[in-house]
């Protein structure tokens, strides 16, 4: 019964809104923010208003409605005051609420002072401020102050203009902050699915689809310091459902994947050329069609777009792209990566995907004790450039440690030692929720915690594991994960070039040990290096089978990493199922029916894409056609 009512309530406050949209919730600059109907307890209404143009929306507002609605009194409160308001219903009593604000602030602005030396903010109270021998100057003060803060009221007034023009735009929203004068706070939010990427994708960024993306922007009003830029903060905040920009300021803050290399391209690129905005405003109209912070909106959705090619730190182009941002190998950036936590949350990982880090742990451990080769070391990338050093609390001393031989040499055994002492991910994961993931891994080696860290940061693919309907029975085991190796970008070519061609699915089987180069580097790059075990007889590229009884044979079983839980066996094999273009260079080798001779080679990375992985804990013998497959249900783009 009574919730029935609050329904009703909330529809004739809906419809109240609706009707004054225009007069105090759609301005340019409105003064009333957090607009909201609470049921639970009590029936209230509340609000935050700015009556007295400092932006800061000090005046709180509740009007509570009583149990017996229609009958009984409402309780209005504005600033701290309870008002006398008659009304019939709460359409009427919200009117007379807000038309009694409304005079109080058009009141507050007839009275509002000119400026004067002692009213101003400017500069001149530090300088002048109780000097009387300055006395002389303060007639020129006086002049100066007022055409600073007019200075500073079109400034304001500019950026204003620029959010209004960037809230017409779908997917954006602007505000300014509350500050005064003398700050400027700009608070400019993008809607993720603006990037046009697929939720798997976004997990791969770390990236929340449903949260808008922050940016703000903080600076001084000064005139003369506008030369010092902008600081800037990148986060991700409130429900994109959410359409309104003053109820976004403070919602659910949280940090998403790319959050500091947002913040640094933006504080160290773009500021380092568009700055000061008065001398930018102007000329970028003309160039670009867009307004300054239309211009700051799309600079920063392209640093999202283009993160899996540069590196996270430095943004320097990265040798080999992947489907997520990482950090170059050069030890400052590695040091700045494991600094800032940056790249992979390591905590969530092991808590959401425990399947996955041990997997990967499983993989970097197999690589560890794969052969050296003739001077080939198949376990490439190796963590060379991780390094920490630790004073000894007793004697004083620094000691480093690092996974190198004494002559600066890869060691693998020093690898093989710090991953025997990781314990299994049960025990992981209840040191993530104890808190105390880094300390207890810190208890067992010094590199434990930053060997994990770049074991995940370092993969350039992204897993998700299939269960229940989402898996392939045919592959007959239940350790079946989405691989996902390309760029969007490089995906987005590949399905265009489907729809045109055609495509096929196949079989790649390599050792246990080579994923984990291959799950870095990519399938060409092994199959072109001294990687290559099984030689290039029929010429250079990705060898595949049509039948996964033909790759089983290229599994070359073998024992992962002692503490696994799920990968727990001395003949683990691995099998990853790729998609390939029916592209004219490959129906002229293989026939329109794309027969594999014994297997299809594939020199083009182009014509290649991986889809999933499985995984083998037995000796597998049976035959399947990638033919007869059909992709897991999840979009690729
Ligand atoms: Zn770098």
Redesign the pocket.
């Known amino acids: 019964m009574s919730s029935e009512l609050a329904n009703k309530i909330q529809r004739e406050i809906n419809e109240w809104k609706e009707a004054f949209q225009d007069d105090y919730f759609n301005l340019d600059d409105p003064w009333v923010r957090r607009f909201n109907f609470k049921s639970d307890d009590e029936w209230i209404v509340t609000c935050q208003a700015d009556l007295d143009y400092s932006e800061s929306y000090e005046t709180k507002v509740s009007i509570t409605i009583p149990k017996s609605y229609p009958t009984g009194e409402h309780i209005c409160i504005v600033a701290e005051e309870s008002h006398d308001i008659p009304g019939e219903n709460i359409q009427e009593v919200l009117s007379q609420v807000f038309h009694m604000m409304k005079v109080q602030r058009e009141k507050f602005l007839e009275e509002i002072p000119t400026p004067t030396p002692g009213t101003s903010h400017g500069h001149g109270d530090h300088i002048f401020g109780g000097d009387d021998d300055m006395a002389d100057e303060e007639a020129v003060f006086i002049d100066d102050s007022s055409m600073e803060d007019d200075e500073k009221r079109k400034r304001f007034e500019s950026i204003e203009h620029d959010l209004t023009v960037v809230r017409k735009t779908k997917g954006w929203l602007g505000c300014r902050g509350a500050s005064g004068m003398d700050q400027i706070k700009v608070y400019l939010f993008t809607n993720p699915n603006r990037l046009n990427i697929t939720p798997l994708l976004a997990e791969a960024w770390q990236l929340d689809l449903e949260k808008w993306i922050c940016i703000t922007i903080t600076f001084s009003n000064y005139y003369t310091e506008s030369a010092t830029k902008p600081v800037v903060e990148a986060f991700q905040c409130g429900d994109v459902s959410i359409r309104d920009a003053y109820s976004l300021i403070d919602n659910g803050k949280v940090k998403f994947g790319l959050y500091w290399t947002v913040q640094q391209r933006l504080e160290r690129d773009f500021f380092a050329i568009y700055w000061p905005i008065e001398q930018y405003r102007n000329t970028l109209q003309p160039k670009t069609g867009k307004n300054y912070m239309e211009y700051l909106l799309e600079y920063t959705e392209s640093i999202i777009k283009t993160s899996p090619s540069k590196?996270l730190?430095?943004g320097?182009k990265l040798p080999l792209e992947g489907i997520k941002p990482m950090?170059?190998e050069?030890p400052l950036?590695i040091f700045s990566h494991e600094q800032y936590g940056l790249g992979i949350d390591l905590e969530s990982a092991i808590k959401k995907n425990p399947d996955v880090v041990d997997l990967f742990v499983s993989v970097c451990y197999a690589a560890s004790v794969s052969y050296v080769n003739r001077g080939f070391n198949p376990f490439q990338p190796f963590p060379s450039n991780l390094e920490i050093k630790l004073r000894d609390k007793t004697s004083g001393q620094v000691k480093t440690y690092n996974f190198l031989t004494n002559d600066g040499k890869d060691d693998n055994a020093k690898v093989r030692e710090v991953l025997d002492k990781v314990p299994n991910l049960k025990i992981l994961e209840e040191w993530v929720d104890e808190g105390k993931l880094k300390e207890r891994c810190d208890e067992k080696h010094p590199l434990v915690y930053p060997l994990l860290r770049w074991i995940l940061a370092s993969a350039r693919v992204h897993m998700k594991k299939l269960v229940g309907k989402e898996q392939l029975s045919e592959m007959k085991t239940d350790h079946q994960y989405i691989l996902l190796s390309s760029t969007p970008d490089k995906e987005r070519r590949f399905q265009e070039l489907k729809k045109k061609y055609g495509s096929i699915l196949a079989f790649h089987g390599s050792a246990l040990g080579n994923w984990h180069s291959i799950m870095r580097k990519g399938l060409l790059n092994l199959s072109n290096t001294g990687g290559m075990v099984n030689g290039a007889a029929y010429g250079a590229g990705v060898y595949l089978a049509g039948n996964a009884n033909v790759s089983f044979g290229y599994m070359r079983y073998q024992s992962g990493w002692n503490n696994s839980i799920t990968f727990k066996s001395n003949q683990i094999g691995c099998l990853a199922l790729c998609e390939i273009l029916k592209a004219p260079e490959l129906i002229q080798k293989y026939g329109d029916k794309m027969t594999p001779n014994p297997y299809f080679v594939i020199p083009n990375e182009e014509h290649l894409q991986t889809r999933a992985f499985f995984i083998y804990t037995t000796n597998q013998n049976h035959s399947v056609e990638g033919k007869d497959l059909k992709l897991p249900n999840v979009s690729f783009n």
């Open positions: 590196c730190i430095c320097n950090c170059c050069s950036c």
